[in-house]
């Protein structure tokens, strides 16, 4: 998926080294309490997080802290806060009152930070900034993590929900050399919804069905249409409310969203929250179980520069997460987690999409499922993609240059490649295709998504990304074998990828290297944890402020925890353990509680202590 150095080959990542002790909230109470709990209105609590209207409410040590002036620049707007930045022993402090509201089962702070500095060490933290809630501290970041644009955090704050805090940043000089803080764009976003009672973990809104309509200009870089989704209560819980995940408007500011929808039909439009990527939309009334119902609206997407997974590089653009999709609700309530960059957040159930795409003829449009082409107007082309049983949709729209083939088991398979690839690179990525997506059907089963697309181009910054029946990727045989591993572990065998990314990742490395002949040997010797509360089953909630270690813990020690697993139950019963699990688990959602159960039961061996060993929570 994303920010892996050891596939990125030689690709920076993103990664930001941050020293952070994450309060994690409290284990829930098991017994009903004996009044109804505060409903949970979704909320971004702070104000001029942006700092586009001076400095109230927040707090400064001085009058330059918010700053529109020059030397730095601003994440949105024109305004920022720059704590420090004097070369001399000195504090910048900012703080600002908020109450977060009773009864939100997530509160999330992010803020945009950039960190430039002269101090030349690369081992010692002579300046520090400090975020802090109440009297806890929940992150400190260093010159250490200094990077050369802005960096979004996100930390978990849910223990606060019905108090009224102060939040706080504090930047501390030592006596000479420089260091900026600079921090933009903050945001303390909650929300929970409706939460089920005790002992409904039901899945819902089940069986979506999207029906998109796109158009696009001559670039393919804005897209608009008409999206609409069916969608069905699964749960004995009403169903009064749902929300979208508008998930690339992280790529923007809530005041220039790439992802706008209007026009909304078959319910009533709320607020935006998560930074903008979560819309609530309120039914006319509430669905009982196994009813359903359909929302429509019209969508504009803009896609922005960069070679992202949403983003255009020059002519070709990769639109990754633009189509809303639903939001989950089960026994949490509903998951409403931020974006992050460092990982996934894209947590949603098998659902069937047909996606009418009208563009330029010069254009290629590589899509989610299988796709026909049928002329348009005048220079015109309408790519239809149908597809059954996905998480989600992607499509990238480009002159490419495309060649195709059939891997021996019979799945068309078509190597998209941006402009500066060679013929012999994309000849050599369309073999390792054919060969990856064998080797994944024969050990977890036949690959159900009809062909299968590869776009790639070497400017990515990441290794590569996911999407049912299309990824991206570099010129990379690991690479490309890892995100076509990704089809089964996430794309078939869902999970909550924010909560559990080890379920995806760690997997999909164990497949990736099964598939290249690695066998893993001796490779958890070389572990060495950082903390004891490092787990490989931690969320991207600890990882987003450890990013430095996300790789290394969920991709790396995931995988040769695998590996270890493999040698405790044997070759044949590890191999028949991840088939019959990938069976069971087909279109559904895996959690670690059930794969550990599956585990133990294909064994004699008690498994406790290799759990603990490993660091297997859940």
């Not at 030349?120 to 300046?127: I, L, P, Q």
């Not at 690959?447 to 999407?467: K, R, S």
């Not at 991207?540 to 040769?560: E, F, I, P």
Request: glycine share 10%; aromatic share 10%.
């Amino acid at each position: 998926m994303r920010s892996t150095p050891h596939k990125a080959l030689g690709i920076g990542a993103l990664t930001v080294a941050a020293v952070a002790a994450l309060v994690l909230p409290g284990t829930p109470a098991v017994a009903r309490p004996d009044t109804a709990p505060a409903a949970c209105t979704p909320a971004q609590v702070v104000t001029n997080g942006g700092f586009e209207s001076g400095t109230s409410p927040w707090t400064a040590s001085s009058s330059t802290v918010v700053t529109s002036r020059s030397g730095q620049t601003a994440h949105g707007g024109s305004s920022y806060a720059w704590l420090d930045g004097v070369g001399s022993t000195h504090t910048d402090t900012l703080t600002q009152s908020v109450t977060v509201p009773a009864g939100c089962s997530t509160a999330t702070l992010t803020f945009w930070l950039h960190i430039d500095t002269a101090e030349r060490t690369t081992s010692v933290a002579y300046d520090k900034l400090t975020a802090k809630i109440g009297s806890t501290t929940l992150a400190t970041y260093s010159n250490l993590d200094k990077n050369t644009g802005y960096v979004q955090k996100s930390i978990d704050v849910s223990s606060y929900a019905g108090q009224t805090v102060s939040l706080s940043f504090t930047g501390t000089e030592d006596s000479s050399l420089q260091t900026s803080f600079v921090l933009d764009d903050v945001a303390l976003d909650t929300s929970g919804g409706t939460t089920p009672p005790p002992g409904d973990s039901t899945r819902t809104p089940a069986a979506p069905s999207y029906t998109v309509n796109l158009s696009s200009d001559t670039s393919g870089t804005v897209w608009t249409g008409h999206e609409s989704v069916t969608f069905t209560n699964a749960s004995a819980t009403a169903l009064g409310e749902l929300y979208l995940r508008l998930w690339d408007n992280y790529h923007g500011t809530c005041g220039s969203m790439p992802i706008k929808v209007s026009n909304v039909t078959g319910g009533t439009a709320g607020d935006l929250s998560v930074s903008c990527t979560a819309l609530k939309i309120t039914l006319p009334a509430p669905l009982a179980q196994g009813q359903s119902a359909t929302i429509g609206f019209d969508l504009g997407i803009t896609v922005p520069s960069g070679a992202d997974r949403f983003g255009h590089d020059g002519a070709f653009s990769f639109i990754g997460n633009a189509l809303p999709v639903l939001a989950v609700r089960d026994g949490a309530g509903w998951h409403l987690d931020p974006y992050t960059n460092n990982g996934e957040s894209f947590y949603s159930l098998a659902a069937d999409f047909k996606v009418t795409l009208d563009h330029p003829s010069t254009l290629l449009v590589p899509a989610t499922g299988t796709s026909t082409d049928t002329p348009g107007t005048s220079g015109r082309t309408v790519t239809t993609a149908t597809a059954s049983k996905v998480r989600d949709f992607a499509w990238g729209a480009g002159p490419f240059t495309k060649i195709s083939g059939t891997s021996p088991g019979g799945v068309p398979v078509n190597i998209y490649s941006v402009t500066g690839i060679s013929s012999s690179s994309a000849q050599s990525m369309l073999s390792t295709a054919k060969s990856a997506v064998d080797a994944h059907a024969a050990r977890f089963g036949a690959y159900p998504y009809g062909e299968l697309d590869a776009v790639i181009d070497n400017n990515y910054w990441f290794g590569g990304m996911e999407y049912p029946g299309f990824v991206l990727d570099l010129v990379s045989t690991t690479a490309l074998t890892h995100e076509i591993g990704h089809q089964w572990w996430y794309g078939i065998v869902g999970d909550d990828e924010y909560n559990s990314p080890w379920l995806d990742e760690a997997f999909t490395d164990y497949a990736t290297d099964l598939a290249l002949g690695k066998t893993g040997t001796n490779c958890w010797s070389s572990v060495s944890w950082a903390s004891s509360a490092e787990k490989i089953t931690n969320p991207m909630a600890y990882w987003d402020a450890h990013s430095s270690r996300y790789s290394t813990v969920v991709y790396g020690y995931g995988k040769c925890a695998l590996h270890d697993l493999r040698r405790v139950l044997g070759d044949t019963a590890m191999a028949k353990l991840l088939k019959d699990y990938a069976t069971a688990h087909w279109y559904g959602v895996s959690t670690t509680a059930e794969f550990k159960a599956a585990a133990q039961a294909a064994t004699s061996t008690d498994l406790t202590s290799f759990w603990s060993t490993h660091r297997i929570d859940g």
